[in-house]
């Protein structure tokens, strides 16, 4: 994969992640408010469009679109 590009702008990326051993919660009251609130930070600083999310007890599916420029 050494000619994977990470950080192309305006490109969509889907991903997956699973937490530390499989552990269910993403979906309580505390891991959906920490989920969000990260999210809002990091897209405050390095902006990107959330095209589509599945949220699942113990991982996440994701669809990000980095902005053009």
């Known amino acids: 994969m050494s000619r994977y590009h990470r950080n192309r702008e305006g490109s969509t990326y889907f991903f997956t992640v699973v937490t530390h051993c499989r552990r269910r919660i ?3 009251d505390l891991g959906r408010s920490a989920l969000r609130r990260a999210i809002r930070e990091v897209r405050r600083d390095r902006p990107f469009e ?5 949220l699942l007890p113990d991982h996440l599916h994701t669809i ?4 053009r420029g």
Do not use: F
């Open 26 to 28: 993403l979906t309580t």
């Open 50 to 54: 959330v095209m589509a999310v599945v």
């Open 64 to 67: 990000w679109t980095l902005p």
